[in-house]
C-alpha cells in the first residue's frame, strides 16, 4: 500500500485499502488533519470527507541539495516535474535518501505549490523522518504516526528527482 493508504486503512479501520475504492470518513483521526499543509510533517489533509481512493506517485529525492536554494525554488522545480509529466488528481508522496536536505520551510513550500496549483493532487504527503518527528515534537507538541508505503510497486509512477539540479 501506499502512505495514503495506510493512513486511510488506519483511519476507517480496514485492512486493504485499494486505488479506486469509493469510502466515507465518518470521524476525526489523529493521522488526518484540517490543515492544508499537513503533508509536511505526514499527515493527510482530505478536502472532502467522502472520496475514492487515487492511485498515487512517488517522487523519489535524490541528489544534495545546494545551501543557497530557496524554499520556493524547490517546490518549483519539483513542480515542474510532475505538470511535465502530466499527473493530476494523484496521491503525491515524496521521500528518499535525499529527503533530509530538504528543512521543514522547503517541504511546506512543496506542499503549498503542488495544493494550489493546476496539477490538482488529491494529496501531497512527504515521508516521516527525523526531521519531521523533531517539528512534530517541537511546534505542535506531539508525536507523529509514521506510515511508510511498501515500496514502488504500489504506486502508478515512480518519478526520481535529483534535487542537486535545483
Do not use: W
Not at 140 to 153: C, I, M, R, S, V
Amino acid at each position: 500500500m501506499t502512505q495514503t493508504q495506510k493512513i486511510l486503512s488506519a483511519v476507517l479501520k480496514k485492512a486493504d485499502i485499494k486505488s479506486g475504492m469509493r469510502v466515507y470518513i465518518r470521524e476525526p483521526h489523529p493521522a488526518i488533519s484540517d490543515d492544508h499543509i499537513c503533508g509536511a510533517y505526514g499527515k493527510l489533509y482530505l478536502k472532502e470527507k467522502a472520496f475514492t481512493v487515487p492511485d498515487g506517485v512517488f517522487i523519489n529525492l535524490d541528489g544534495a541539495l545546494r545551501n543557497d536554494v530557496k524554499s520556493c525554488e524547490v517546490a518549483e522545480y519539483i513542480y515542474a516535474y510532475l505538470k511535465k509529466e502530466k499527473l493530476c488528481g494523484l496521491s503525491v508522496e515524496l521521500g528518499g535518501d535525499s529527503m533530509g536536505y530538504l528543512t521543514m520551510d522547503d517541504r511546506i513550500e512543496v506542499v503549498k505549490t503542488l495544493i494550489n496549483s493546476d496539477i490538482s493532487p488529491f494529496c501531497v504527503i512527504f515521508e516521516c523522518d527525523y526531521i519531521t518527528a523533531q517539528y512534530a515534537l517541537e511546534i505542535l507538541k506531539e508525536k507523529t504516526a509514521a506510515f511508510y508505503n511498501d515500496g514502488p510497486q504500489n504506486f502508478k509512477k515512480v518519478i526520481t528527482v535529483d534535487i542537486s539540479k535545483v
